[in-house]
């Protein structure tokens, strides 16, 4: 076994890079393979919480970094999933805490053992950012159809290939289906004509992932959500599966429909 | 008063194709640092260098970003004045 990387960064902060890593990690392990995330967000860590794991931390990153404890001591293990693994970020320390060769080392001592490491990039293009896509495989950009995170994340782009990191793959976050239907709203089309980059999945707004957040559990664990089976389907492309892109005309579905067919008007 | 009137007939640009186009522009800038004050200024340059050694109207040099993929591209298009009409002056 030999576990591949992949980084999950944006430039931009609040477009759901923690939500997409904790995700992508979940519906990965769903399918039995050993997986480990790594909260690479030192001082603003939150992968803890939107796995609901938060209550479990007793070492981090910068302790495993620093040898304060040995690696497995830091993975907290899901009870949820058999395989799933969190290393939380330090809460009370900053970026400069952990260096590019520090991941490095820590990613070649999981390897081996596990099927895949996912990393949480913090937002941002310093220390953390170049700390996160070090040891990368693979890195994913989530960006946002909105002009300031399109930007962003045509600078991370630049940013990657120029480390040599790329090429990135892109993940259009929030998509509101009716916003783009009225021309109010970049459409997953107009965003890739723009980056110019390969896509790797297209997510729906969906209010079911607030209230997953709320709660502790991953939405790709609610077989129901249509963000759920967004990431769901990411996870799947990952694997190197031919998974076609969902089809988000129809704002609500089937559901949607009939909703509004028993009240008219109604939310 | 014109985006009024444009709002009344229906012609005013969708916000979505708005912030396509600003997106253009910004993108272009961010990835090769040129502003449109320094691709003028190329441009000026450009003709002075060019008019030494053949006849150009400065009034017909165009200058263009294009993208190709992550690619950024400067066009000129520089088009020559014919022969004949250099030899009659």
């Known amino acids: 076994m030999a576990a591949k990387v992949v980084t999950v960064t944006s430039g931009k902060g609040g477009v759901g890079k923690t939500t997409a890593t904790a995700n992508l990690a979940s519906a990965l392990a769903a399918n039995g393979l050993k997986v480990v995330c790594i909260d690479a967000d030192i001082g603003l860590r939150n992968l803890d919480v939107v796995l609901g794991l938060e209550n479990r931390i007793v070492y981090d990153l910068v302790d495993v970094v620093e040898g304060r404890c040995r690696l497995r001591q830091a993975m907290i293990r ?3 999933l058999p395989e799933l693994y969190l ?11 952990v260096s590019p060769s520090d991941m490095l080392r820590l990613c070649d001592e999981i390897r081996p ?9 913090p937002a941002g293009i310093e220390r953390g950012f170049r700390n996160a896509i070090a040891p990368a495989d693979i890195v994913l950009v989530v960006t946002n159809p909105e002009i300031s995170a399109v930007r962003d994340a045509d600078r991370i782009i630049g940013l990657i290939e120029a480390d040599e990191k790329g090429p990135a793959r892109l993940v259009i976050n929030r998509v509101k289906p009716a916003m783009v239907k009225r021309e109010e709203m970049l459409s997953p089309d107009d965003v890739l004509e723009l ?23 991953p939405i790709v664990l609610d077989g129901k959500s249509k963000a759920g089976q967004a990431f769901r389907n990411i996870a799947s492309r990952l694997r190197g599966e031919q998974v076609p892109f969902m089809d988000l005309t129809e ?12 009240r008219p008007g109604g939310a | 008063m014109n985006a009024m009137l444009e709002r009344l007939f229906g012609r005013e640009k969708k916000s ?6 600003r997106l253009k522009l910004v993108l272009i800038h961010d990835r090769t640092d040129l502003t449109t004050e ?12 060019i008019s030494r050694h053949v006849d150009i109207d400065p009034r017909t040099v165009r200058i263009e970003m294009t993208q190709d993929g992550r690619q950024q591209r400067l066009i000129a298009d520089i088009p020559l004045n014919p022969v004949t009409r250099r030899r009659l002056r």
């Not at chain 1, 290393?87 to 805490?97: G, L, N, V």
């Not at chain 1, 053992?113 to 990039?121: A, H, K, Q």
């Not at chain 2, 979505?16 to 186009?21: D, L, M, P, T, V």
């Open chain 1, 113 to 121: 053992d596990y099927d895949w490491i996912l990393i949480d990039s």
């Open chain 2, 38 to 49: 320094t691709l003028n200024l190329l441009k000026d340059d450009l003709i002075t260098a």
């Open chain 1, 87 to 97: 290393i939380p970020a330090a809460q009370t320390r900053d970026k400069s805490s």
């Open chain 1, 251 to 262: 704002p609500n579905g089937f559901f949607g429909r009939i909703t509004r067919l028993i």
């Open chain 2, 16 to 21: 979505a194709r708005q912030a396509k186009e």
């Open chain 1, 78 to 80: 899901d009870k949820r």
């Open chain 1, 195 to 217: 980056l110019a980059v390969e896509l790797i999945g297209i997510v729906p707004e969906d209010e079911e992932v607030i209230l997953s957040t709320n709660r502790g559990v």
